[in-house]
């Protein structure tokens, strides 16, 4: 298996800077940072959100907004590993900050860029009789009608995916 590197720090993000850059937020006060670097494939994608997932129970994030949380990050993270590391594995770092109203959420890959240079926004697939639905196909529009603040930026042979889970929307 090719050795992969792994960011060490925060500072190994790609910079907030340049063309489509959006800042990301400071630590604030009554903020909780959940941060995780590993390497991509299911199962520590499963474990990484099943640690989120516990961190804000105990944050007493209700469970709504935990599942909502869960399937918007569950869609992201799988779209790095079928996606940007098709081929093989490598480095994924997803900070979050559980916030009052929400998670601020911030995906980073080494994989392969974003299709045009931005977060894909195509249309739903065809809707045929319950039987033949497409397995496939929702992931980018359930991020986009669950999430606000959806930004994306190659920077540094970095992909960097930020956006908003507001609470309150799965309730």
């Known amino acids: 298996m090719a050795k992969v590197s792994q960011p060490s720090a925060q500072a190994d993000l790609p910079p907030a800077h340049g063309p489509g850059a ?3 937020p400071a630590q604030q006060p009554n903020t909780d940072v959940f941060s995780r670097q590993f390497v991509s494939g299911d199962l520590a994608t499963r474990a990484t959100l099943a640690a989120l997932m516990a961190q804000m129970q ?3 994030v209700g469970h709504a907004d935990r599942a909502n949380a869960e399937l918007i990050l569950a ?5 790095v590993n079928e996606h940007a590391y098709a081929s ?3 480095p994924v770092h997803l900070i979050v900050h559980i916030r009052q ?3 601020a959420c911030l995906v980073c890959d080494q994989g392969a860029p974003m ?4 977060a894909p926004d195509p249309p739903l697939p065809p809707m045929e009789p319950p039987d033949m639905i497409a397995e496939g196909g929702f992931g980018w529009h359930i991020i986009r ?4 603040d959806l930004h994306y930026l190659r920077s540094d042979g970095w992909n960097r995916l930020s956006f908003f889970v507001p609470f309150g929307r799965a309730d």
């Open 145 to 148: 009608c669950l999430s606000t």
């Open 88 to 90: 093989q594995p490598g």
């Open 101 to 103: 109203n929400g998670l």
């Open 75 to 79: 869609e992201a993270l799988n779209n």
């Open 22 to 24: 959006t800042p990301w």
């Open 58 to 60: 105990v944050l007493g």
């Open 115 to 118: 299709p045009c240079g931005q």
